[in-house]
Structure formats: structure tokens, C-alpha cells
């Protein structure tokens, strides 16, 4: 299963990697959207409000350890890179300790503090036994979900993307049959959503490493490499943190546009929400880019090679700019019509048209600074990530959206176009980040190890 990504034609090894990662992300999002569905045709209002709450809280959750996780791909990929066999156990060792150890830690925390969780989320009164219930299911599971994407994080580091993809459609099946089966037949409600949720991922587990036991992944792990070590786990940290923090402040500021929109009255807010879901699925290429130039480009900067990092980042850019354009300029004539696929509300349809026609921008722009991230991310500078992202949200994103939303009542296409200049800010910050940074220093030893 081990794939060295160092040799040949860098946009074929870009397009391997990045189709089934591609799927798998879409897999991932029909997942999450399961128990919402799901339950909205067995359940009552409260029901699927409950889902709907808990299911953002645990899909913030598994951005942030997907996002932790990153620091294993860089760490596995460079030393795949480097041919050096000893380093990659020593990585995946250290994973799995690291991981397991966060994923009993967070279990234990949520645990405690997930009626003030629920509070905070401002979860209808109805609702709230509800979404206790699901999410203190869903707490019980973290082991697994982190399982998953430790699982999935050593094998795309060592330039395996269709494997995970194997395991989340695992998940997907079996999450499916088992909503039906907990809430259409058992009438679990959210309980039954976040039983099936929480199997599904036991289930994954299993399967995978069921395969990784059977094949043969040119890598051997001992005991040994289980043992806590400053540098590997430092190196992990090092990357990791600074994308899971990214991730999460981004979470939490879709969660502030969503709060903006739902205070401009029900038709705006239904608007925004349904976009939200559309831009999720456009997003999927994207974000793909992220994650395949970050696996690829630490194999190439292990391996001595950082002009095929570069040359990784640059085709990347290219197929994101290609398919946000298009994207872009078709959503301008079919606006409503993809917007009244989800409502047939007339007043949303118009309003939600809007938002898509100045939103959809940003499918340009996140491309490229997606893009950035990765080889950034590869290059062990994940903290330039964090600060372009948080930048661009705490100047622009957020504060756009505040005074669009009180400056232009009437419609929501200034709201939207804020948030694609949020990500137009990243794009320069990080253009400039790696002209005066990486431009210059591309051949040196420091940009392979940053350590």
C-alpha cells in the first residue's frame, strides 16, 4: 500500500492521490447529511433539530482532529520521501500513542461538559434531551472517529488515498442501513442517530485494520515505536495544532455568518443555511487540494526534491482556479433554479440566488489558498496556515458579513461577496508568504526540515 509519490509526472501523481480523496470527502458529507435526513422522516421537529445540533458540535470535532491529523501525513510522508523506514514506523508509532491518548482525554471532557455544550448552542428547550442524549452517544464513540482518521492519516502519508476512501464507504453503508434500523424501526430517535453514527465508525475501524493486518504496507511497526518520543510527537504537534486551530476558528466562523443571517428574519436565514450545504459539495475539490498537496509535497521535500513540491503546489492552483472559475461563472445563470432544489419557497429562492451568486467567488479563491496550506503544511510551517486563515477572518470575513448584513438589507449578494474577499485576503497573504519565504530558500536543507 505504500506509494512513493517522488518519481514521474507530478500532475498524474496529483490526480491519483486527489480522485479518491475526492470521493472520500464526498462520501464524508453524504455521511454527515444521513442522520439528518433520516431522522427528518421518522422523527418531529425536536428530533431533528437535535441531530441538527449535535451533528455541527461533532462535525467541529472531526475537523479539528482531521486537522491534528495532519501533522502524522507531513511527518509519514517526508520520511516515505527520504526512503527512511526506521523514521516512518517511528511516526506511525507515535501517532497511534499520541491519538489514542487526545481521544480518551476528549472523551472524558465532553463527557463532563456537555449539558454546558448544549447551552451554549442555544438549543431550543424542546430539543435539548435530544441533543444531550446524541451527543453524549457520540462523546462515547471518540475513540473510534479518532481511530478512523489516524488510520486514514498514516495512509495517505505513506501516498495511500483509496484506502480511506474504502473505509468511510464502509461507514457510509453501515450508517445508513443502521438509521433505518434504530429510528424507522427500533424509534430510537436522535439516540438511534448517534448509535449508528458511532457504530458505523466501529465497524470502519475494524475493516481497516482487518486490511492492514492482511496486506502488506512495506512498513513494520514494533513495540518500540510506540513509545513516546519528544521529536516525533513534537514534529506531529508542530504541524498538526496550528491546522486543527484553523479548522476549528473557521467552524466557528461559519457559525457566527449563520447567527448574522438567522437575525435578518427567517427567509434569509433559511437562505443562507441552504447555501451553506451547496457550497459544502462545491468545496469538496478544494479542499482536496489541501490535503493532496500537503501529502505529495512532504514526500518530495523528504525526499530532496523541493522543485516537485513547488511544481505540485502550482498544478494544484491551476485545477482549483479552473474548476472554481467554471463553477463560478455557470452558478450566475442557475442560481435559483440550484437553490429551489432544496426549498420551494419563492422569497428563499430569491434571496438564497443572491448569496450564491456572490459566495460562489470564493470556490476561486479557497482553491488557491487551500493550496497554499497544503505545501505549507508539507513544508512544516502549518502555523503560516493558521495565521493567514485567521487573519482573513478576524479583517475581513466576520466584519464583512456584520456590516453587509446592516448595510444592504434588501439583499444578500454584498454578504456573500464579503465572504469570498475573506478568502481573496488569504490568497495575497499567501502569495506574499511564500514568495519571501520558501521563493528564496527552495533549495536549501531548512526548508526540508524546518527543525
Same mark, same amino acid.
Given at each position: 500500500m505504500e506509494r512513493n509519490l517522488t518519481s514521474g509526472s507530478v500532475l498524474k501523481n496529483i490526480l491519483y492521490f486527489s480522485l479518491p480523496y475526492l470521493l472520500s470527502y464526498f462520501l464524508q458529507t453524504l455521511y454527515g447529511m444521513a442522520d439528518l435526513f433520516i431522522i427528518? =422522516?421518522?422523527e418531529g421537529v425536536a428530533g431533528t433539530t437535535a441531530v441538527s445540533i449535535g451533528s455541527q458540535v461533532m462535525h467541529m470535532l472531526t475537523v479539528m482532529i482531521v486537522g491534528l491529523a495532519m501533522g502524522s501525513t507531513v511527518s509519514i510522508a517526508k520520511a516515505i520521501g527520504a526512503n527512511d523506514k526506521k523514521e516512518a514506523s517511528r511516526s506511525i508509532g507515535n501517532t497511534v500513542t499520541l491519538f489514542m491518548l487526545v481521544a480518551v482525554a476528549l472523551m472524558v471532557i465532553l463527557l463532563c461538559l456537555v449539558h454546558p455544550i448544549v447551552a451554549v448552542m442555544s438549543t431550543p428547550l424542546e430539543a435539548v434531551s435530544g441533543t !444531550?442524549?446524541?451527543?453524549?452517544?457520540?462523546?462515547?464513540?471518540?475513540?473510534?472517529i479518532t481511530a478512523y482518521n489516524i488510520i486514514s492519516s498514516v495512509f495517505r502519508g505513506l501516498g495511500d488515498s483509496r484506502s480511506p476512501m474504502y473505509f468511510i464507504a464502509v461507514a457510509c453503508v453501515t450508517n445508513i442501513v443502521l438509521d433505518? !434500523?434504530?429510528?424507522?424501526?427500533l424509534h430510537l430517535g436522535s439516540a438511534g442517530a448517534a448509535l449508528g453514527t458511532t457504530l458505523s465508525q466501529a465497524v470502519s475501524v475494524v475493516i481497516a485494520l482487518i486490511v492492514i493486518l492482511k496486506k502488506n504496507t512495506g512498513i513494520s511497526v514494533s513495540k518500540k515505536d510506540f513509545r513516546p518520543q519528544h521529536r516525533a510527537m513534537g514534529q506531529i504537534l508542530r504541524i498538526g495544532i496550528p491546522v486543527a486551530m484553523q479548522d476549528g476558528l473557521i467552524q466557528i466562523a461559519f457559525i457566527i455568518i449563520t447567527i448574522i443571517a438567522n437575525r435578518r428574519g427567517l427567509s434569509d436565514a433559511a437562505? !443562507?443555511?441552504i447555501v451553506e450545504k451547496i457550497i459544502s459539495f462545491l468545496f469538496l475539490v478544494p479542499s482536496s487540494m489541501l490535503s493532496t498537496v500537503s501529502a505529495l509535497g512532504a514526500q518530495n521535500i523528504g525526499a530532496g526534491k523541493p522543485e516537485r513540491a513547488a511544481q505540485t503546489l502550482k498544478y494544484a492552483t491551476m485545477i482549483a482556479v479552473g474548476f472554481g472559475l467554471t463553477v463560478s461563472v455557470i452558478i450566475q445563470f442557475i442560481a435559483e433554479p440550484v437553490v429551489g432544489l432544496f426549498t420551494t419557497d419563492v422569497a428563499v429562492k430569491i434571496a438564497g440566488g =443572491?448569496?450564491?451568486r456572490g459566495y460562489i467567488w470564493d470556490c476561486i479563491?479557497?482553491?488557491v489558498h487551500f493550496s497554499f496550506s497544503g505545501y505549507f503544511c508539507a513544508c512544516g510551517r502549518s502555523e503560516l496556515s493558521f495565521l493567514h486563515n485567521i487573519t482573513a477572518i478576524a479583517l475581513v470575513r466576520v466584519p464583512g458579513v456584520y456590516l453587509t448584513s446592516k448595510l444592504f438589507p434588501q439583499t444578500l449578494l454584498p454578504m456573500g461577496l464579503a465572504t469570498a474577499t475573506g478568502s481573496l485576503l488569504s490568497v495575497i497573504i499567501c502569495v506574499i508568504a511564500y514568495l519571501l519565504i520558501f521563493r528564496k530558500k527552495k533549495d536549501s536543507i531548512l526548508l526540508n526540515e524546518n527543525s
Open positions: 427528518g =422522516q421518522f !444531550v442524549t446524541y451527543l453524549t452517544i457520540c462523546f462515547i464513540g471518540i475513540p473510534f433505518y !434500523v434504530f429510528i424507522g424501526a437562505a !443562507v443555511g =443572491q448569496y450564491i479563491f479557497a482553491g
